[in-house]
């Protein structure tokens, strides 16, 4: 790469370095400093949200590491239930307020976003969970982001080879599975406990896989009661209705 | 000194002349087309340009360069491009011509979409105007947005991209803020659906009353240009080969002057070979009626 480019590149990221933007993370509970998205990270989010309708298990990669990227403040630990309201206050932040909210409606989400800091989170939100049955205890707690993209990344691999050998089934059960697994902390069993190294995801599915129905249904509703926050940011009203504001590619081509 | 035509570029106001291309650059470009091998077509293609025209003195757009080398396939291949089609019913062959003269001439007359200027914040902005790739890759396509980033503008500093190469640009325009992607998506899909489509050919079937006319139209904005080029342009390379062999083994041209000619000239020298061996064919079927055997011994009646 030439001088020239460089030069040109410097300018650009100084004047990036002045422009930050402050944008509400829930479980801060306060703004945090991000920098603005590049054309980069725009052209890495809509082309892995393009990817497959199936697989959305790299747009969530994608998502997790532009949230890294831009986030000015490193040492705050960044979690799932924040990536809606950071992705939204992004959005608005960069590409205006005007968001779809289906093929040919539009919703200025700029006052519900201003509320974000109203929408308390639920006080034990953030603390480990123990759930029981038959003397086998499993600890739970929201996964970060880093979390949930080691887990993610080892679950594209899978679900992209499934999905070429047409194994939709397959594809939608092992979501579940990855999806369960971020949220396990430990497992006490039998006198021992398994301790939950979310890099070695692969191995830990089997895991999530025995455990009892009854303790499966208990995990489903803790996590259900995580979801049910985490949309809150992105589920407006309008006409009378709760309409969601999905996040693909559309959200950030900024149409 | 090379055969040349002019070609007025409207958008800018003046005139180029454009050259003719040789059998050797014609051979390359029918094995990329061979090969389907569009990356590498294009890169040629974009050199081919840069040969056939005089005093290039500034930036030229998809446009123009489609015009220039749909002008130097005119005088190099010949101008009318004919198109084979196939009734569905009767499974009839029929022809159909295509004027490339006309189609340049239509290309020269529709008006590229307006550059226009984005403000990215206090301090950058930048100018977006025509696509001066000739083909972007289908799986690509964001890379669309790197094509049209025309000029940066930084702290009352432009810095000009069209001297820069396609892998440093798009490092340069990933680097932007975000929200310039919004503009420049918005501005190729309003370019798009703005422009007016040329009309190339229109279908109609001799073999089939019922069957409506069918339109083929080429758009500036998207690749429907260049596969009109790589249309124009197609041949079939081992007849390209078995010309040249006549040429050099039964004309005694050398190999390096058929290389240096141009197609058109090649079919000439070839048409005029076929004629005269056609010719021979007659004379000696002719002769050998004149001398044959008559009956009793009796010479052919003198006319």
Not at chain 1, 156 to 181: G, N, S, Y
Not at chain 2, 139 to 146: E, P, Q, R, S, Y
């Amino acid at each position: 790469m030439s001088q020239d480019i460089n030069d040109i590149i410097g300018a650009i990221e100084s004047v990036s370095r002045q422009n930050t933007l402050d944008i509400f993370v829930p479980t801060q509970n306060r703004t945090v400093k991000f920098r603005p998205m590049t054309v980069k990270h725009q052209k890495q989010i809509i082309s892995s949200a393009l990817e497959n309708s199936l697989n959305t298990a790299h747009f969530h990669v994608e998502c997790n590491n532009i949230i890294s990227e831009c986030c000015l403040e490193p040492d705050i630990e960044i979690y799932v239930i924040d990536r809606n309201a950071i992705l939204v206050g992004l959005r608005v932040n960069m590409l205006g307020s005007i968001v779809p909210i289906s093929d040919d409606k539009t919703y200025d989400i700029r006052d519900f976003y201003e509320q974000y800091s109203t929408l308390n989170p639920p006080e034990d939100l953030l603390n480990n969970i123990t759930l029981e049955y038959n003397g086998i205890k499993i600890e739970t707690k929201p996964p970060t982001v880093k979390i949930d993209g080691e887990v993610n990344k080892i679950a594209k691999k899978i679900f992209d080879k499934h999905l070429e050998e047409k194994k939709v089934k397959e594809t939608v059960t092992e979501a579940i599975v990855f999806e369960i697994l971020k949220y396990i902390h430990k497992i006490h069993a039998a006198g021992k406990t398994i301790e939950f190294d979310h890099s070695n995801a692969l191995n830990l599915a089997p895991v999530v896989e025995a455990l009892p129905l009854t303790l499966s249904k208990k995990l489903f509703d803790a996590i259900d009661h995580v979801k049910q926050y985490e949309n809150s940011f992105t589920t407006v009203e309008t006409d009378g209705e709760k309409q969601s504001i999905i996040i693909d590619a559309r959200f950030f081509n900024g149409d | 000194m090379d055969f040349t035509v002019p070609l007025a570029i409207s958008e800018k106001n003046y005139t180029l002349r454009v050259s003719e291309f040789n059998n050797a650059t014609y051979r390359t470009i029918l094995k990329y087309l061979q090969n389907d091998d569009k990356p590498h077509l294009t890169k040629f293609l974009d050199n081919l340009v840069d040969q056939v025209i005089e005093n290039k003195n500034d930036t030229l757009t998809r446009k123009d360069k489609a015009c220039i080398l749909l002008t130097s396939r005119s005088i190099s291949i010949g101008p009318e491009l004919e198109l084979t089609f196939t009734c569905p019913t009767t499974q009839k062959p029929y022809k159909g011509t295509v004027d490339i003269p006309y189609i340049v001439e239509k290309l020269c007359q529709t008006h590229e979409y307006p550059s226009k200027t984005v403000k990215i914040n206090d301090k950058v902005e930048v100018l977006l105007k025509m696509h001066e790739s000739l083909w972007i890759p289908p799986a690509d396509t964001l890379d669309a947005v790197t094509d049209v980033v025309s000029t940066i503008k930084i702290d009352n500093k432009i810095y000009t991209l069209d001297k820069i190469d396609l892998t440093d640009r798009r490092k340069l325009i990933e680097s932007l803020d975000g929200s310039v992607f919004g503009h420049v998506s918005k501005y190729i899909t309003d370019a798009w659906q703005a422009h007016e489509k040329i009309q190339i050919i229109t279908d109609r079937n001799p073999h089939d009353p019922e069957q409506e006319p069918k339109e083929y139209n080429i758009n500036l904005y998207d690749n429907t240009l260049f596969d009109f080029i790589c249309l124009s342009l197609a041949g079939n390379l081992r007849e390209s080969y078995q010309m040249i062999y006549t040429l050099t083994n039964h004309m005694q041209f050398s190999p390096g002057y058929v290389d240096n000619i141009t197609p058109v000239e090649t079919t000439i020298y070839f048409n005029i070979k076929t004629q005269e061996i056609e010719r021979q064919k007659q004379e000696q079927q002719t002769s050998q009626q004149n001398n044959s055997p008559t009956l009793g011994g009796l010479g052919a009646p003198s006319l």
